[in-house]
T-cell receptor
Framework: AQSVTQLGSHVSVSEGALVLLRCNYS??????LFWYVQYPNQGLQLLLK??????LVKGINGFEAEFKKSETSFHLTKPSAHMSDAAEYFC???????????FGSGTRLSIRP | GAGVSQSPSNKVTEKGKDVELRCDPI?????LYWYRQSLGQGLEFLIY????????KSGLPSDRFSAERTGGSVSTLTIQRTQQEDSAVYLC?????????????FGSGTRLTVV
């Protein structure tokens, strides 16, 4: 079975500061990992995905995430936060043999001026 | 179509009534998924379609929930005898299910409010 744990339901950073959203996964088989973003009153948009190629994955809007097998982590980072980054972020996992993606409970990112 | 389309975008219904939620996936996408997002919660998997078949319906909360897909395209999620705990945003997603396309494309959701 697969599962995802997002540490911190709410993260607040200043504009221009580093963004770090934490995600740990559990999977008995090699996982595929995703980060999705949800802006208010919108559906989810794929930020980036790890599918067993490079461990450092670059996504849209300057975000990136690093797959660390030894730590079972897939943390999302962005060097400099922008006001437009305020949204809900979901980490998700899918086993290579599975048909569905399992989502974490989400982290709401707020940006302080 | 260009994206996943869901209708209605908002639905208010009285407790005990039946509702139908519709999803139009991206043309050619064989896989279709329904999720539920309750206030302050993550996404809860409901059901997965591959073509017109549902090999995984393990997330349907009760027998009041059912879904079908016809022509390998449009899907309808039906909730019978709605309860207040059914209030949530219902999200549909589709995927080509082939090759390296392991991600989903989501619709904007249907916000269901049971009063």
């Amino acid at each position: 079975a697969q599962s995802v744990t997002q540490l911190g339901s709410h993260v607040s950073v200043s504009e221009g500061a580093l963004v770090l959203l934490r995600c740990n996964y559990s999977s008995s088989v090699p996982p595929y990992l995703f980060w999705y973003v949800q802006y208010p009153n919108q559906g989810l948009q794929l930020l980036l995905k790890y599918t067993s190629a490079a461990t450092l994955v670059k996504g849209i809007n300057g975000f990136e995430a690093e797959f660390k097998k030894s730590e079972t982590s897939f943390h999302l980072t962005k060097p400099s936060a922008h006001m437009s980054d305020a949204a809900e972020y979901f980490c998700a996992v899918r086993a290579s043999s599975a048909s569905k993606i399992i989502f974490g409970s989400g982290t709401r990112l707020s940006i302080r001026p | 179509g260009a994206g996943v389309s869901q209708s209605p975008s908002n639905k208010v219904t009285e407790k005990g009534k039946d509702v139908e939620l519709r999803c139009d996936p991206i043309s050619g996408h064989t896989a279709l998924y329904w999720y539920r997002q309750s206030l302050g919660q993550g996404l809860e998997f409901l059901i997965y379609f591959q073509g017109n078949s549902a090999p995984d319906k393990s997330g349907l909360p009760s027998d009041r929930f059912s879904a079908e897909r016809t022509g390998g395209s449009v899907s309808t999620l039906t909730i019978q005898r709605t309860q207040q705990e059914d209030s949530a945003v219902y999200l549909c997603a589709s995927s080509s299910g082939q090759g390296m396309d392991y991600g989903y494309t989501f619709g904007s959701g249907t916000r269901l409010t049971v009063v």
